[in-house]
């Protein structure tokens, strides 16, 4: 059985340590302090726009969508009653 070290324990929350070396663009992607999880409030805002079934509030008269399509109801099930295709 492997032992639990220092180094294997990673901190995905600690902010990457300025140590005067500029970082990849990968690292700079990665870092957690590169991460916003907040929403964004134009993205809330087009949420609460879609729910209460507005649609195109931004388009400017411009076509687009003219309807929301409704969610489908149920996922496909397959038929109970069909044989499956035999593997060749």
Do not use: C, F, W, Y
């Amino acid at each position: 059985m492997v032992s639990q070290h220092s180094e294997r324990k990673i901190n995905t929350d600690e902010k990457v340590k300025n140590d005067g070396v500029d970082r990849l663009p990968h690292e700079r992607d990665e870092s957690p302090d590169a991460q916003d999880v907040r929403p964004r409030k134009i993205m809330q805002q087009a949420a609460s726009d879609l729910e209460r079934g507005l649609v195109d509030t931004d388009r400017h008269a411009q076509p687009g969508v003219e309807k929301v399509k409704p969610a489908a109801p149920q996922q496909a099930r397959p038929d109970a009653q069909l044989e499956p295709k035999k593997a060749r």
